[in-house]
């Protein structure tokens, strides 16, 4: 399961690639206005940090105007994938775009029939919100499960990513679940790293180095420094 960002920060952008782990970021306008930065440079910005996919999203709901925003996303980078939302105009926008090979993430899914629209009018990624629907006593990982069978059964080739995730059990949940893409805002991706015992570990064996280290003798040069 790939690890994506969903922020536009691209501090916390640059710390997830330094981890050698992120494969990709999702933004929305909300994320974007966060930023109080100009549209177009910081999402070029964005494609350039990245090696991986980039979730760049419309605004409205006119058909026509979703394939002509979709149209300029494409242009962006090569890695800029167009997010619309699952409705009925953004079902009509992803076929043309996804006929013309424009890579398309249907957003705001939170159905598996929506889920099994989004792929039969040809989006590239369908992304279920798993945090909105437990907020209206939804069960979200439920959702999320009967989308990832019915893809496999169906044989989908739409990319399954499991957004608005809240925490780490989410992450896990997902991937068990066989979700492709998971996304997360910066505070739970480092989450996943998080440890009490992998803090008071890595303490204790710091300790005994700094007391060992004068006794032991000729060591590589890096461990010197350490």
Not at 129 to 135: A, H, N, Q, Y
Request: hydrophobic share 45%; with cysteine.
């Amino acid at each position: 399961m790939k690890l994506f960002l969903d922020t536009a920060n691209l501090e916390e952008i640059r710390e997830g690639v330094r981890w050698g782990v992120l494969r990709g970021v999702t933004t929305n306008p909300t994320l974007i206005g966060k930023e109080q930065q100009d549209f177009l440079p910081l999402v070029k910005e964005i494609c350039s940090v990245v090696d991986g996919d980039v979730s760049i999203e419309t605004a409205g709901d006119d058909t026509e105007l979703l394939v002509r925003q979709g149209h300029e996303i494409a242009q962006i980078a090569d890695n800029a994938v167009v997010k619309i939302a699952t409705t009925a105009n953004g079902l009509a926008a992803t076929r043309r775009l996804s006929d013309e090979g424009i890579k398309v993430n249907m957003t705001l899914c939170f159905t598996a029939t929506q889920a099994i629209l989004a792929a039969e009018a040809g989006a590239y990624i369908v992304s279920p919100f798993l945090g909105r629907l437990d907020d209206v006593a939804t069960d979200g990982l439920v959702a999320l499960s009967d989308i990832c069978e019915i893809y496999a059964v169906q044989g989908y080739e739409t990319q399954v990513l499991a957004a608005s995730l809240r925490h780490p059990i989410h992450v896990v949940e997902s991937a068990k679940m066989g979700a492709d893409i998971a996304t997360m805002p910066f505070k739970v991706f480092e989450m996943l790293v998080k440890h009490p015992l992998t803090d008071s570990g890595f303490k204790r064996f710091t300790d005994d180095w700094e007391e060992a280290k004068p006794h032991l003798g000729e060591l590589l040069p890096s461990m010197q420094e350490a």
